[in-house]
């Protein structure tokens, strides 16, 4: 095939292409401009006043998943009522409080979100995400106890996850504190990569700033990943997390 001729059939499978991420991405912005004019109606109707629809992800593309805030004066059962009326709107996700609440998505079981955070700890209890040495990079024998973890953390999604890395004494506490956050992200990413949404899930390493009660620091039993689920705890803002809290 001529060369001109390869080069016009290629380009044109590149404008294919861009056109129809294009069109993609109109396509979810109409969704998400449907579904808030529709929460927006819904949370009217149910007396939430001051509350608005959040339609956007963290990284700021459009969703279906809202975060809903303001409304701080509301008691309770009317936030409670304001959640599950935008819940019940067709084809609505999973639906948060920007304070991190949870709410189910529509026609499924509410949860709560303390249960994931009891049954992680539970698993960590008596095995450990176990690290190479002086490395971020996780040891194959851990690969069954992460799958555990992800499907125990699967019904707070929506919430928001922090995952904490410590270690023990030591070494120099500023290795320490950036080891422990290289392997709070290398857990992250294993989450991700088994399901968990990336913006809900929130790395941290604190080095050997908190052993376990009882331990002394420098014990090697130091070293772990903790997991720790946000519910009504107000959220602070960063670049990252936009929502305020109420």
Do not use: Y
């Not at 590149?14 to 993609?24: H, R, S």
């Not at 799958?147 to 996850?161: H, M, N, Q, T, Y």
Request: charged content about 20%; overall charge negative.
């Amino acid at each position: 095939m001529p060369v001109r001729s390869t080069l016009i059939i290629t380009a044109g499978a590149i404008a294919v292409a861009a056109l129809a991420g294009f069109a993609g991405e109109i396509t979810d912005t109409e969704l998400a401009a449907e579904l808030h004019a529709s929460a927006t109606g819904a949370i009217t109707d149910a007396g939430g006043t001051g509350v608005v629809a959040d339609f956007t992800s963290f990284d700021g593309s459009p969703s279906r998943h809202p975060t809903l805030s303001g409304g701080g004066a509301l008691d309770e059962a009317t936030r409670q009522a304001v959640a599950n009326a935008v819940a019940a709107v067709p084809g609505m996700g999973g639906i948060r409080w920007a304070d991190g609440t949870m709410v189910a998505e529509r026609g499924k079981q509410v949860f709560t979100p303390m249960h994931c955070q009891d049954d992680v700890q539970a698993l960590l209890g008596a095995r450990t995400i176990r690290f190479e040495e002086s490395s971020s990079t996780i040891e194959g024998g851990s690969v069954e106890l992460l799958d555990e973890v992800a499907a125990a953390l699967r019904p707070c999604l929506g919430s928001i996850i922090a995952v904490t890395g410590h270690t023990d004494s030591s070494g120099e506490e500023p290795r320490n504190i950036a080891l422990s956050q290289e392997r709070a992200a290398a857990v992250r990413e294993a989450l991700v990569a088994r399901g968990i949404p990336r913006d809900g899930l929130r790395a941290t390493g604190v080095g050997s700033s908190a052993p376990v009660e009882g331990l002394d620091p420098a014990d090697p039993a130091n070293r772990r990943i903790d997991f720790s689920v946000i519910t009504t705890v107000p959220i602070q803002p960063t670049p990252i997390d936009t929502p305020s809290a109420r």
